[in-house]
């Protein structure tokens, strides 16, 4: 089929707030937007200055242990270990910079989803590169860490809308057949999911309960607009915006979900829903 950025999908969906989740505690709620682009913008600079340095230890000591990074046209990179030798290797003698350019930021309790730009010149200033980024980072001790990420050359080259289709079409068809096992099926094991009312759920178990409760004899409809997609390696990252009916009332709102390549499937790794 051909490739297009916006698919219109009916789906039936969760007619509340839906945000980033990534911790087995309760989400201690959406921060301001303000309060999400100073972290953005600060958790920016501190990877832009480790690249600087030309220092690969300290890029990766940005990451978590178990984090994991995915680079244009490669297979993802886990660990930290492994992120490292990737740096290392991607610096070489060094004498180049990369700048990250927050676009966007969505800050829930001790996570953070950022995505921008990022540029690579030379010591001249001459430009080398740029392409697009996304980022998850998480708060331990008061310090961010780097969890996942996913860089992109060239999003025209990235964008797959048949994968986006495939994918969004499994979870449309569970949710619409009011199925909370097989809704549950499509995601991690140590999935996350979070609400503004409920908090946050984590693992497959407490994510199906919440949408069997959630189902609850009702079945509202929503129109899910596919608005930015694109796959690096093992990550699929679908966007967009959504409107649901239930009762006569209308909710809209935005959504981003990360898909992982688990064995020969796909699973869901992280979702957030917003207004």
């Excluded at 972290?39 to 178990?66: H, P």
Aim: charged share 20%; hydrophobic share 40%.
């Amino acid at each position: 089929m051909k490739m297009s950025l916006t698919t219109r999908i009916g789906v039936a969906a969760l007619g509340m707030f839906v945000a980033v989740g990534v911790s087995a505690c309760a989400s201690r709620g959406v921060g301001a937007a303000s309060e999400a682009t100073a972290a953005a913008t600060q958790v920016a600079q501190r990877w832009s200055q480790a690249f600087a340095a030309g220092d690969a230890a300290k890029i990766a000591a940005l990451y978590t242990e178990d984090a994991r990074s995915t680079p244009p046209g490669g297979p993802p990179i886990v660990g930290r270990k492994g992120i490292e030798d990737y740096w290392r290797t991607d610096i070489g003698g060094g004498g180049v910079g990369t700048t990250l350019t927050p676009a966007d930021a969505l800050l829930d309790g001790d996570f953070l989803h950022t995505g921008g730009t990022y540029e690579v010149t030379a010591a001249s200033g001459a430009a080398l590169a740029r392409g697009q980024y996304q980022q998850v980072w998480t708060r331990a001790d008061g310090e961010w860490r780097l969890h996942r990420d996913i860089w992109r050359l060239d999003p025209g080259l990235q964008r797959d809308s048949e994968v986006a289709d495939q994918l969004a079409a499994r979870w449309v068809a569970a949710y619409n057949a009011a199925d909370a096992a097989a809704l549950g099926a499509l995601y991690d094991e140590d999935a996350a999911l979070s609400t503004a009312v409920d908090g946050t759920f984590t693992g497959r178990p407490r994510i199906q309960a919440f949408w069997a409760g959630d189902f609850g004899g009702r079945k509202p409809v929503s129109t899910l607009t596919v608005t930015d997609v694109y796959a690096a390696g093992d990550l699929t990252h679908l966007e967009g915006d959504y409107v649901v009916e239930d009762g006569g009332k209308l909710t809209e709102g935005r959504y981003i979900q990360l898909w992982m390549r688990d064995g020969s499937d796909w699973r869901i790794h992280r979702e957030m829903w917003w207004h």
